[in-house]
């Protein structure tokens, strides 16, 4: 068996007038991520991760922000095409790891939803994704509340 691990990375803007969207459910705030899509950065680290553990370039390459298809979509859509990628380059998930840093609001209780949530997106058990939150302690865009971003790993094996 081959395994492979990918890292993935984003951020986004914070902005009233958007919605919050993280790991594929609504956080209500009363910021949005701005993108040119839902703005979901951890679905966004999450795709990147598995593109670049099966050295299939990144999310950007993939799903392009000149598109304008993608004007809005909703990331869960993204993150299913991108596993029906790595499928076809026959690779399955072993496990996510991933940290989105945002300061407010509480990401906690929602973790078990999103992770409900791209468990089924995936078709992977929860066991295999971990999702955790962090501060920055007030420091940086995440800690003054301009910005959100996420880390994701994955291991894939073949």
């Known amino acids: 068996m081959k395994w492979r691990v990918g890292m993935g990375f984003d951020v986004h803007q914070l902005a009233s007038g958007f919605k919050l969207w993280l790991g594929g459910i609504h956080v209500p705030f009363d910021k949005g991520s701005v993108g040119h899509s839902d703005g979901d950065v951890l679905i966004h680290a999450i795709c990147d991760a598995l593109f670049g553990a099966a050295n299939l370039r990144d999310i950007g390459y993939h799903f392009p922000d000149s598109d304008p298809m993608l004007k809005g979509v909703d990331s869960k859509i993204l993150l299913r095409k991108t596993m029906e990628i790595i499928r076809k380059a026959g690779y399955e998930v072993g496990n996510v790891d991933s940290t989105i ?6 990401i906690n209780p929602f973790i078990p939803e999103m ?7 995936m078709q992977i058990s929860v066991e295999d994704i971990s999702i955790k939150a962090t501060t920055t302690e007030k420091m940086g865009f995440e800690g003054r ?7 994701a790993v994955v291991m894939l094996y073949k």
């Open 101 to 106: 840093c945002l300061q407010q609001p509480k």
């Open 145 to 151: 509340g301009e910005g959100v971003s996420a880390y």
């Open 115 to 121: 992770q409900e949530v791209l468990s089924s997106v």
